[in-house]
């Protein structure tokens, strides 16, 4: 069992940049090697994917609305992937979901495991 916990969500002014972390406890074999992800979700929405890394961080994908706007990265001394967003726009409100599986195929379609969600707010 995998739990992934986020934190870094609130409100934000609209232009600044903001980092969400998902620190995750692996209580499984340490071979298990996650590929890591952020989803977001509006009221009334489906669940979206925004960014995803590999274990190794060699390869990360990104959503092509938040293309070069979004950074994704990991550290996993510390087990914990990142989302930075820059320049921080309204649009950018939502609940933010970090997600974990053993391959981005998977992560993409049927993420394993989920955290809880932060809440991000953009004021103007």
């Known amino acids: 069992q995998v739990q992934l916990v986020e934190s870094g969500g609130g409100l934000v002014q609209a232009g600044d940049s903001l980092t969400l972390s998902c620190a995750a406890s692996?209580?499984?074999?340490?071979?298990?090697?996650?590929?890591m992800g952020w989803f977001r979700q509006g009221p009334g929405a489906e669940r979206v994917f925004v960014a995803a890394?590999?274990?190794?961080?060699?390869?990360?994908y990104y959503s092509d609305s938040v293309q070069g706007r979004i950074t994704i990265s990991r550290d996993n001394a510390k087990n914990t992937i990142y989302l930075q967003i820059d320049n921080v726009k309204p649009e950018d409100a939502d609940v933010y979901y970090c997600?974990?599986?053993?391959?981005?195929?998977?992560?993409?379609?049927?993420?394993?495991?989920w955290g809880q969600g932060t809440q991000v707010s953009v004021s103007t």
């Open positions: 997600a974990a599986a053993s391959c981005y195929t998977i992560l993409v379609s049927t993420p394993v495991y």
């Open positions: 692996q209580r499984t074999s340490e071979s298990e090697r996650l590929t």
């Open positions: 890394i590999t274990y190794t961080g060699t390869s990360s």
